[in-house]
């Protein structure tokens, strides 16, 4: 007995898309896909947030020192003239940042390693590059979905059949987050 679905493709083309299909999940929060594309990507979804829920709190808070650029009123960097070269004015300030234990790090690690970079596009810039900004995935699964689903105790995800897909027939389902 097969320990999972082949999907009709080769194995790197299938790992692919379900790594798409499971960025896609964690990203937008639900997915329609076949039936049993979405019975694949549900297990790997339920392990990556089992994951983020079992370490969400492990991390310290650790106060640093940084060099931040000066920047005036219309958000440009200050330069000043030292030895006839301009150079930019940086002033020091004290950062709190969340520094991840070993477990956690190794959590966000197999995280980006099962996932792909997602970028969120403004509705109002849609097809500009300016105001995009990068999504981190990681951070998303501790911050918003581990504090959700703590009391869970797995069943974090639902397939809801929707009807038959008119090209081929294929059952399609809505998989989401529950």
Known sequence: MAMYRKLGRASNQRQAMLRSLTTSVLAHGRIFTTEARAKEVRK????????????????????VKAKVARKDADGKRVKEVVDG???????????????????????RRKIYASTY???????????KKKN?????????????????????????????????????????????LV
């Open 117 to 127: 970079d997602v970028t969120e596009v403004p509705q109002a810039k849609a097809g």
């Open 44 to 63: 790997q979804v339920e392990k990556l947030i089992a994951l983020a829920v079992k370490e969400k709190d492990n991390y310290e808070e650790v106060t």
């Open 132 to 176: 995009t900004k990068k999504v981190d995935l990681a951070n998303k699964l501790f911050d918003e979905y581990a504090p959700k689903y703590a009391s869970r105790n797995g069943g974090y995800t639902r397939i809801v059949k929707v009807g038959l897909r008119k090209g081929d027939a294929a059952m399609e389902v809505l998989l989401e």
């Open 85 to 107: 070269k301009k150079t930019t004015v940086y002033d020091e300030v004290e950062k709190t940042i969340k520094k991840d234990k070993p477990s956690r790090l190794a959590a």
